[in-house]
């Protein structure tokens, strides 16, 4: 906070490392919009909870999101929740 009691905003690209998603069959809007902050490698970690059924209802597919966070240079880190770290490709 500065003298005028104003609180400087930060966007998230400046504060965060890992970003985690729940946003039941939005995930493909959410995911192709934040391609340039993806790109950057600034995010390390993408917690990413993929509802297949939703995406379907909305004619996109899961698999449409994890190849664009492969060209990203993400790896799947197998976790449970659908978890994607970035890392080279195997």
């Known amino acids: 906070m ?3 009691g ?11 490392d890992l970003i985690k998603t729940d946003i039941e069959g939005i995930e493909y809007e959410a ?6 902050l993806f790109r950057s490698s600034r995010i390390k970690v993408i917690a990413l909870e993929l509802h297949p059924a939703f995406l379907k ?11 664009s966070l492969r060209d990203s240079r993400y790896r799947d880190l197998s976790l449970s929740v659908g978890v994607w770290g ?3 490709q195997p």
């Open 57 to 67: 209802a909305r004619n996109k597919n899961a698999d449409d999101i994890t190849l």
């Open 2 to 4: 500065d003298c005028s």
């Open 86 to 88: 970035l890392g080279p």
């Open 31 to 36: 995911i192709q919009g934040s391609q340039p």
């Open 6 to 16: 104003s609180i400087p905003r930060r966007t998230l690209e400046y504060i965060a």
